[in-house]
């Protein structure tokens, strides 16, 4: 079993190399690749989560060199969670991605560019989930953030190099933050290795300890959006196509948790900062949703929330407790899935009615019925609506809130039930203007031209010739009259609204969906998966003894 541990970090990384290989020559064997690679990596993600919750963690040391000189990769019960849930999502947001560039009769971009970098992004996050030491963490990070980089900038309009750039500068910075404290580590302790790290930072002054500490969490807030280290969030995720903001809304954030979980857990406990990172989650909370009300624009609206929602995994962390840790593990993958869907949505409503603006949306309740229920489910999970999985997630750290007692927990425990109410506010806000009252005058009608929001007048007296799937190629006719939409297709370029919407999209959101409802059905079983897997990493021997290979 421990054989299965490095695949699913090598196979999108062979697959990356094959998509590469074939190119545009073989746009449907490249589609199947991927498609075939990521199913095989959710199922594989699925059995190593299992035998790690029946066998304990397991491990394997590349190279067969002995611990701290390889590379050691682990699967515990918490990176096999975060693994099967991450594999499931970015298996859905692909078939996604699929559908929208055929709709829009993608020929370039999404075959040349965004498969080799979508499946240098799985790669990248499965490697950080698995890493035994700091140095393959930061390895796993750096080829998640340079996938990233490409798909974020994908079809090089003017607002999304701008975004780019900002979401580059951010990144490189946290990435040479990331590499001091590694330098710092190494110094202080000899070794890189999260084992013998566990055992050789308790000896080092408090002092040293909390500096290593600060630089680490900085290093992984900043990755995970927590306030006030978020301010470049609302501005680089909107831009970037509906199905790249899922994905990095849904996963890349909660990759910056579970390094927060694992390093809290295994590397400094005691929780000597939890007052810290509990006043942190209380502002993120409460920061992050009254940023959502005040928007108008759906797509920063729920990076808004996204921000917010993140602190009640902190609140967990700060509370370091077995039932916290239960809480916030079961939030973490609650929150992956209703992120990515209600981006995956977001990307819906803008091409059927042509803006996520939402002053200028209304009557898609009764022109889009199917639409409306895609939205309605996973926005009522966001606000924590019971039984669903949002709810589950949000009662078990307040319970564990009250259950501490203290100062900090009782507010955050307020702070949690305010935020909740304020985003059942925020998402009847946008069902009300968007799908329940009457569309305003002016709405984008069904074959309206969606620019890319490029600066440029490139293709301001372009024809249907220029004009992907208007199935006018060559008539010579004006195309109707064009909306401004900055982030409708993958490549940037033009599309036009559509009445009925493309069924593999509205399949691939309906299955997202049906993974976070699957958690409410299944909130017995998964709950007790989390309370083992926060008892295991409180007792952090089986982890450190797989790691040293003992």
Known sequence: MNALVPLPVLLPLCATGLSLAFGTRLGRFQRFISVAVLTAVTALSATLMVAADRQGPLSVHLGDFAPPLGITLVADRLSGLMLTVSSAVTLCVLVYSLGQGMTDRDKETPLAVFHPAYLILVAGVSCTFLAGDLVNLYVGFEIMLVASFVLLALGGTGPRMRAGSTYVIISLFSSMLFLTAIAMTYAATGTANFGQLAVRLTELPVGVQTLIQAMLLTVF??????????????????????????????????????????????????????????????????????????????????????????????????????????????????????????????GLIERR?????????????????????????????????????????????????????????????????????????????VWNLAFWRAAPPGQAAAGTVLESGDDSDDDSDAG???????????????????????????????????????????????????????????????????????????QRTPYIQEVLGR
């Open 221 to 346: 807030a900043i990755k995970a959006a927590v306030f006030p280290l978020a301010a470049w969030l609302p501005d680089s995720y909107p831009t970037a196509p509906a199905p790249v903001t899922a994905v990095f809304a849904g996963l890349l954030t909660k990759v910056g948790v579970y390094c927060m979980l694992r390093t809290e857990t295994l590397l400094f406990p005691g929780n000597r900062i939890g007052d810290l990172l509990m006043a942190i989650a209380l502002a993120s909370m409460v920061i992050g949703i009254l940023g959502a009300v005040a928007q108008t624009d759906l797509k920063r609206l729920l990076s808004f929330t996204l921000i917010s929602h993140i602190g009640y995994m902190v609140f967990g962390i700060g509370l370091a407790t077995r039932e916290a840790y239960g809480g916030a593990i079961v939030y973490v993958a609650h929150h992956i899935t209703v992120q990515t869907t209600l981006f995956l949505v977001a």
């Open 464 to 538: 249907p010739d220029d004009i992907p799937g208007t199935g006018d190629e060559g008539v010579g006719a004006m195309p109707p009259p064009a909306g401004r939409a900055v982030a409708a297709t993958l490549h940037g370029r033009a599309v036009i609204t559509t009445s009925r919407l493309p069924r593999t999209m509205v399949a691939a959101t309906a299955a997202t969906i049906a993974i976070g409802l699957a958690f409410t059905v299944f909130a017995d079983p998964l709950t007790a998966y989390t309370d083992r897997t926060a008892a295991e990493l409180l």
């Open 353 to 429: 009615g042509g803006t996520t603006e939402l002053t200028r949306l209304g009557g898609m309740a009764r022109a889009a019925p199917m639409l409306a229920l895609l939205f309605f489910v996973p926005a009522m999970n966001l606000a924590g609506i019971p039984p669903l999985s949002g709810f589950i997630g949000k009662l078990g750290l307040m319970r564990a809130g009250v259950a501490d007692g203290g100062g900090w927990a009782w507010l955050l425990v307020a702070g949690s039930a305010a935020t909740s109410l304020l985003t059942l506010y925020v998402v009847a806000k």
